[in-house]
């Protein structure tokens, strides 16, 4: 059986939560596709050029301790805006996308571009400074030292970054379900996209 959920949205809106969650519930394969450009942006930050670390990126690649620093992440949205890039870790995504057993990826533009006949597909968002105090919550608990203030303009910049960047902008599908978690815990989050996914399942 094979089934795809396309989960897309802005940094810190909790679609990584969500897709988590949702690919256990329904036992289904789960893709943070932001580690993508976040692994090249890993390599990037050594010294790689960007198309070719994209081109040559392993599973294994994935698994690397620093893929959630703040500096990888604003490499990772930078390196993003570059189509060669993007278009070589499409066929990556494709490919996970078609897995029997069913597929959830979360991401910019999955529902869009990489899986646009995807039945089932969601965009979470929340607001600029609901995401900025969520995302400077997690970096300082892993020790980074910003401040909030700074973590608000980089989440704003990359919002712009990711919503005017030419190839595979960041918008919601038009036949996509929207669900702004500012005001949500976690779990009338997940209960939101469970009832949606059950309804495109049937």
Same mark, same amino acid.
């Given at each position: ?64 301790? !620093?893929? *959630?620093?703040?500096?990888? +992440? ?5 390196? /993003?805006?570059? #189509?060669? %890039?993007? @278009? ?70 990359? !919002?712009? *970054?990711?919503?005017?960047? +030419? ?5 919601? /599908?038009?036949? #996509?379900? %929207?669900? @702004? ?22």
């Amino acid at each position: 059986m094979m089934f795809t959920v396309a989960i897309d949205g802005p940094a810190a809106a909790g679609k990584g939560t969500i897709s988590k969650a949702v690919a256990a519930h329904y036992g289904f394969a789960h893709l943070d596709t932001g580690l993508l450009y976040r692994a090249v942006g890993a390599k990037v930050l050594a010294g790689a050029d960007p198309v070719v670390a994209a081109q040559t990126l392993q599973s294994s690649d994935l698994n690397t301790a !620093d893929l *959630r620093t703040h500096d990888v +992440a604003q490499v990772a949205s930078q390196v /993003a805006v570059n #189509a060669a %890039v993007r @278009d070589a870790l499409v066929t990556f995504q494709r490919d996970f996308a078609r897995r029997d057993g069913g597929a959830v990826l979360d991401g910019r533009d999955i529902g869009t571009v990489i899986c646009p006949d995807a039945p089932a597909k969601l965009f979470v968002t929340a607001s600029a400074e609901c995401r900025a105090a969520r995302r400077h919550k997690e970096l300082r608990e892993r020790g980074d030292d910003i401040s909030a203030d700074q973590v608000l303009a980089d989440v704003i910049a990359r !919002d712009k *970054r990711d919503a005017e960047r +030419a190839t595979a902008p960041m918008l919601a /599908a038009d036949d #996509a379900i %929207v669900i @702004d978690t500012s005001d949500m815990t976690i779990a009338q989050a997940v209960a939101a996209a469970v009832a949606y996914i059950d309804v495109r399942r049937t």
